[in-house]
């Protein structure tokens, strides 16, 4: 796979060089080399992320074993789970190390590599879901005075798709103390999908000055738009019956993944539009201590758009009919002009300290943060009428309208951070974490009513030891917490409306061993996980007072992750597994669910990779990529199953040059037996999803090296 300790970077068609992996930002251990970490973090370099053509985070987090889908959307933005908890896109991404808002599709041309942080991420943000934290680290200026780059990129596919790009870079000045890298892209889309076209595109700049030797100025700024038809998912069949207790689920063939079985003439597009940029001071201070401070501002606008499937009838939405055509009701869905604001404020001082004989590597940090939504008055829900899987089409009449009023929403935050890293001895290490965070969070709906307030104060602590056993291997085992602030909302069916709830405090425990041998490197890792469950009651309905939001149990995860990455001439091999025993516990209120396994949460996932160097034609190589995961629950009882599926992508990449210019040519075949399989399966917005996996596809892309 791509997280290896070292990275391929290709100079020319005949000369490969071999480079030492850079520091991994999210870990909050700047400067420690990976393998010297107490934690599970994996990074997907720029390299591999070309070879596998990522146009988005879930092209590259796919790659690893921990990660799989949770109500991934095509044409929305992505949506993942790590160790089976599903990620929050508010909490749990960050950019150049600062909190964004991943509620919208985030372009991947101008990112220089992905970081994810596997485990509890308390130490790293105050509020967060536990186990994964992802960095998106932007392309910089090359650091070599007289290093250009100039790369433009022509790419076709999967399906349609046709990409022109262009990557360019370099310093100037009399000491070439300014650098810059300018990227640009735009893509037509049209996926194998039918009836999903659309368009992207993407401007990003980043510049830095080195200011002297001891101060160093970077900024940059990028801005997105992409719109495009949505797509919804299929779902379950039902048998008709006079209750909801007494129907019958199944889960339906296989289908063909390239339909689109809500598509409308009068569908509109989605859109999403995203400027974002960060400005950081580097400063050097005395006896090798550095200050760094650094700012990021995201602004995100929305027009929410999908033609959605829901369900048989008024009475029976969570699932399609159980007749030969799947019969189904088709809304129009309009949320316009939504808007999102992140801000942050950053500055942290680091260095080291001899006490007692004991170093100290430590870090103080300071962050200020604020999240705002300025939502429409109301989103539109249009009954179009009724249609089926099979033939599509519009019957029955259509409904009226709905209305439904929004909510706002103003988070603001101040965080105190120490870390320290302790040299117990040459080969016992400490590592400590503490993270004070006070909120400030209120919502208020749009049209005036229903205010919320939330203020505490919260702390999480993190602590490891590693021990090096030999110069080779490295054992470690951490302890760490994560949180998450809820209140009810402000609702007239809650009988609680408008409280917060106690902190959602999840817990990990995380036994490892690293080695790193000459040309293989091996990762273990054990992990006991616990994240408390919020219940809204089993008689909820829209009745005044029906339903009490409520802590009711934990999900109790507990897992084995391994690794490995070797080089054996020719070859290069890579790999993850996961497996992973996951469950409801100690619930009171939905006691039925105690001991069983959570909705799309599969049991084992298998990613696996081989590539091959052609020693008879230079700089020609071809890869396998492997993708396995085990069944999982379809619905809370565990009565229906997905099936577990295998996909095997094959790719040739050929390094050469045309008229004296270096290229870069892929051609690649992803799901090559063309297997139809039902990729996920979630549950969301009361109602049973199946998504299709991707049938066979191609992808083409050529690079110049100007």
């Known amino acids: 796979m791509s997280a290896t300790s070292t990275a391929w970077a290709q100079n020319n068609a005949t000369e490969i060089t071999i480079t030492a992996a850079p520091s991994i930002r999210v870990s909050g251990f700047e400067g420690v080399p990976l393998q010297a970490l107490p934690i599970s973090v994996v990074a997907f370099d720029n390299a591999t992320l070309r070879d596998i053509g990522a146009q988005r985070i879930t092209d590259a987090l796919r790659l690893d074993a921990s990660v799989s889908d949770s109500y991934n959307l095509p044409a929305y933005w992505d949506k993942l789970s790590v160790r089976g908890y599903a990620l929050d896109n508010r909490y749990n991404f960050r950019r150049e190390d600062l ?42 200026a090359p650091g070599a005075p007289d290093k250009t780059i100039r790369d433009v990129t022509l790419s076709h596919g999967p399906g349609n798709n046709r990409l022109v790009a262009a990557d360019l870079g ?90 689109n079985i809500t598509r409308q003439p009068g569908s509109l597009p989605g859109v999403f539009d995203g400027l974002t940029s960060t400005l950081r001071l580097k400063h050097q201070l005395a006896n090798g201590w ?51 604001t992140t801000e942050a404020l950053q500055t942290d001082v680091r260095g080291t300290l001899v006490l007692g004989g004991i170093e100290h590597n430590l870090k103080l940090g300071l962050m200020r943060q604020r999240y705002t939504t300025h939502m429409p008055i109301t989103t539109a829900d249009t009954l ?150 919020i219940t809204d009651g089993l008689a909820c309905t829209n009745a005044m007072g029906s339903c009490t939001r409520q802590i009711d149990g934990q999900a109790h995860h507990q897992g084995l992750e391994l690794s490995a990455q070797t080089t054996l001439n020719p070859w290069r091999f890579g790999g993850s597994a996961m497996w992973l025993s996951a469950k409801r516990e100690n619930a009171v209120v939905e006691a039925s669910t105690n001991g069983q396994r959570p909705i799309n949460v599969p049991d084992f996932i298998l990613r696996g990779m081989a590539e091959y160097r052609h020693a008879n034609i230079v700089g020609l190589r071809s890869a396998l990529r492997l993708s396995h995961e085990g069944q999982r629950s379809v619905t809370e009882n565990g009565s229906l199953t997905l099936p577990a599926w295998t996909t095997l992508d094959a790719s040739t990449h050929y390094d050469t040059k045309l008229n004296n210019v270096a290229s870069s040519w892929t051609l690649a075949i992803h799901n090559v037996a063309n297997k139809h399989y039902w990729r996920e399966s979630p549950k969301a917005y009361g109602q049973y999803f199946l998504y299709a996996g991707a049938p066979r596809t191609l992808r083409a892309t050529v690079v110049f090296h100007l």
């Open 99 to 140: 909190p964004i808002s991943a509620e919208t599709i985030i372009a991947m041309d101008n990112k220089e590599r992905i970081e994810l942080l596997k485990g509890t991420s308390g130490m790293q943000s105050g509020t967060s879901a536990p186990c994964g934290l992802v960095n998106y680290v932007v392309k910089r």
């Open 170 to 259: 370099g310093r100037f000045g009399e000491r070439a103390d300014f650098g810059y890298r300018f990227n640009v892209a735009h893509e037509d889309l049209d996926p194998y999908i039918r009836h999903t076209t659309g368009e992207r595109s993407l401007v990003a700049l980043a510049m830095d000055w080195r200011i002297n030797s001891n101060n160093h100025l970077e900024w940059e700024i990028e801005q997105s738009h992409h719109a495009q038809i949505g797509v919804n998912f299929h779902s379950l069949l039902a048998s008709d019956g006079p209750s909801q207790a007494n129907r019958t689920l199944t889960l339906p063939a296989t289908v063909d993944g390239t339909r």
């Open 290 to 340: 550095l200050w760094n401070t650094q700012y990021g501002m995201q602004r995100l606008r929305t027009d929410d758009r999908l033609i959605y499937a829901s369900g048989c009838n008024d009475a029976q939405k969570d699932s399609f009919c159980l007749s030969p055509k799947g019969d189904f009701q088709i809304h129009d869905y309009r949320s316009e002009n939504e808007r999102r």
């Open 384 to 533: 179009l009428g009724s249609t089926n899987a099979i033939q599509g089409g519009l019957s029955g009449a259509a409904g009226a309208t709905q209305h439904w009023l929004n909510t706002n929403n103003s988070d603001t935050s101040t965080e105190v951070s120490l870390n320290d890293h302790v040299r117990l001895s040459a080969r016992t290490h400490a590592w400590l974490g503490l993270r004070h965070t006070q909120l400030n969070r209120q919502s208020l709906q749009t049209d005036g009513q229903n205010a919320v307030k939330d203020a505490r104060g919260i702390s999480t602590p993190w602590l490891a030891v590693t021990q090096q056993l030999t110069d080779r291997h490295t054992l470690y085992a951490s302890y760490g917490q994560g949180l998450e602030a809820q209140a009810t909302p402000s609702q007239n069916n809650f009988s609680n409306a408008g409280l917060p709830l106690p902190a959602l405090r999840s817990t990990q425990r995380e036994l490892g061993l690293k080695s790193q041998l000459e040309r293989t490197s091996l990762q273990a890792a054990w992990f006991d996980s616990t994240r408390p469950v």
